[in-house]
């Protein structure tokens, strides 16, 4: 320990350590390379206390919130009262059709072209007409659920009765289990912006209270004097599903300035989903050797795809030059030209309530 804090040592400086101590101790003449009988007892006994400092170092670090993971991460979150969001399943409903009167049980598999399995969760009969809609469930949890409208048309047991199945919109609230960094920032928020008789802050805690929350804005007298506007979006930071919507707006505010939720007394709560602005992009890259433009398109949709994830709410506008940054940041390019975001060359502005959400990538040599 110093002013600067814990400082780690290594297997090569305890090494240096007890060879010099034994060498004082023995003689200088001991023999302490790496394959004399001493030298292999030092280097051991070097090996075990580098392992100790190990446990130090993190030990040391339970301390500090922003380096802290795992279960003591998880600790020091509980002593702010919050817990790591588990796994979910993602659901929504699909249109059958088939034979006329048909009792579709629950249970029945369906799958995407990828391999995502979901199971009707109710009993349809199908009408007169040959079609029913009914609810589905991913059969496993996490994020993979959330699949786009129209991708759900595989039946994973054939069944005469049954002549088509889709999904007319996409699934939703699909999850998984809350990352280290998505956690912190929790944490961090609530105790960066305490909360006191419901000002802004107690707002914006409330709507990340609620699992499935991963961001939230908050509007003050948005409708005159004692209302609150508060958008939310998904885990993903995109538009929150209509339940998701109605699980916040029943947590924070059920029935409007009754005080029955979070919300104080007289407050009138209103919760709406974020909008989604979509971002197309374009341009002209000049590859490095050896890289293909499918490998560094992939890479560029991922960087692209992580900066939407951290600007949520954060920031007023997609900027061109930031865009453009990670295109020349992205393994494999040398050089682009022609960069356009939804055909332009300059900044797309984003609303108060709305969020980006990347539409079609397109990259060309």
Sequence with gaps: MDDQGFKRQRFAEFLAAVTDKAKKVFGDELDTSEKSPMGM????????LGLMDERLEDVYNTSSLNAAT???LYKLGGNDGLSVYSEE??????TVTGTPGYELLPGFLLA????????????????AE???????????????GNVPAGSIHIVVNPNPDILSITNAEQTQDGRDRETDAAFRERVL????????????ADYLRWSREVPGVGASKVFPLWAGPKTVKVVIADADKLPASVALVQEVQTYIDPAPGQGEGQAPIGAVVTVAAAVAKTIHISA???????????????????????????????????????VGALLLGTEGVIDYSALTLNGGTGNVPLG???????GTVELEV
């Design 41 to 48: 007892i030092l280097r051991l006994f070097a090996w075990h």
């Design 70 to 72: 795992g279960a003591i």
């Design 89 to 94: 399943f993602a659901t929504g409903s699909i």
């Design 112 to 127: 995407t072209e990828s391999g995502v399995r979901f199971a009707t969760t109710k009993e349809v009969t199908l009408s």
């Design 130 to 144: 040959g079609s029913g809609t009914v609810e589905i469930k991913a059969v496993a949890m996490g994020e993979a």
């Design 189 to 200: 928020q609530r105790r960066q912006n305490p909360g006191t008789s419901g000002n802004k």
């Design 284 to 322: 002209m890259v000049v590859l490095a050797a050896g890289y293909t433009l499918q490998s560094v398109l992939n890479s560029f949709e991922q960087k692209v795809e992580d900066w939407r994830g951290n600007a949520a709410f954060g920031v007023t506008y997609v900027s061109h030059a930031v």
């Design 352 to 358: 108060a309530e709305e969020v980006p959400l990347i």
